[in-house]
């Protein structure tokens, strides 16, 4: 528990003071409810807010909780004790490491500035016959990214770290806990890590094919959520705090979210989604 408190009180202590101010802690979530809400944008109409006005009262909610000495700064041992309180079941309840962050990953194999139709093509090249990736292809493909993008093999402290970061990352994204990845899984943690191709129709026709698991140009409820559970199982883990309800696990955010898009196009749940049916609901989810 204490390393994982660690990990996540060195990203907020940017000056590395040894103390989060308010500051620091609303920068820091802004950033993680950007990423989620671009993952689900219903949430911001769900939510009523933008990722600056949830990170504020989020931030502001943990100040009057931790800072028990009212210094209006949180030290390591008020942090620690509100991080553990805020994430039941969470990484930092559970002993997982090493904790990382999507940022972290990002930075050493640049997989965020990549098209997340050009890297799952990439890495579907590495499955086996049955279309599995496994652990050891997984880390092959992340580990070459991550030479081509630092232009020559890594250090030795750089790749172990690597190594951690992809293993827990591996873990996170194989929700059925069989060991292997299957392309919808690996679709589901790509999206939060890639987010290069643009915006607009582009992107929703990707965001949709990923979706889309079993390829016939529609999405059933079923779809949608298992691919928006898989997203918030990521997102959640490892950020724990950006958490919008701390009683909401990943899955039954993933249906609530899927249920409201189908809702609002219309349909049952035996129903299913056109292109054009949801590229009007994520473009009326993302503006609302």
């Known amino acids: 528990g ?3 408190a660690r990990a996540a009180f060195a990203l907020h202590d940017v000056d590395g003071s040894g103390y989060i101010s308010l500051q620091n802690m609303v920068d820091y979530l802004a950033a993680t409810y950007r990423v989620l809400f671009e993952a689900d944008p219903a949430l911001r109409g769900k939510l009523g807010a933008t990722p600056e006005q949830l990170a504020e ?13 009212r210094d209006f700064r949180l030290s390591y041992a008020e942090f620690k004790r509100w991080f553990e309180a805020s994430a039941p079941g969470g990484a930092a ?3 997982e490491a090493p904790a990382f962050t999507v940022a972290e990953v990002q930075a050493a194999t640049d997989v ?3 098209d997340v139709d050009t890297v799952l093509e990439a890495m579907a090249e590495c499955a086996d016959g049955a279309g599995f990736l496994t652990r050891p292809a997984f880390r092959g493909c992340f580990e070459a990214m991550a030479e081509l993008h630092q232009g020559g093999p890594l250090d030795a402290a750089a790749a172990a770290r690597l190594r ?4 827990r990352l591996f873990e996170l994204m194989d929700a059925a806990g069989d060991g292997v990845l299957s392309l919808h899984e690996l679709a589901a943690g790509l999206s939060v890590l890639c987010h290069g191709g643009g915006k607009g129709p582009r992107r929703v026709a990707a965001v949709f094919r990923l979706y889309d698991a079993d390829g016939d140009g529609f999405l059933s409820l079923g779809e949608m959520a298992s691919y928006l559970s898989l997203v918030f199982r990521m ?10 309800d701390a009683q909401t696990t990943p899955e039954e955010l993933g249906w609530l979210t899927a249920e409201a898009a189908f809702r609002q196009a219309g349909l049952s749940r035996d129903g299913r989604l056109s292109f054009e049916e949801f ?4 473009d009326r989810s993302s503006s609302g």
């Open 2 to 4: 204490d390393a994982a």
């Open 57 to 69: 009262a989020t931030a502001e909610q943990a100040f009057q909780e931790a800072d028990l000495d």
């Open 93 to 95: 309840r559970a002993g």
């Open 112 to 114: 965020g500035a990549r």
């Open 164 to 167: 951690a970061l992809l293993d």
């Open 235 to 244: 997102i959640f883990a490892t950020a724990p705090e950006a958490r919008p």
């Open 279 to 282: 590229l009007a609901w994520y």
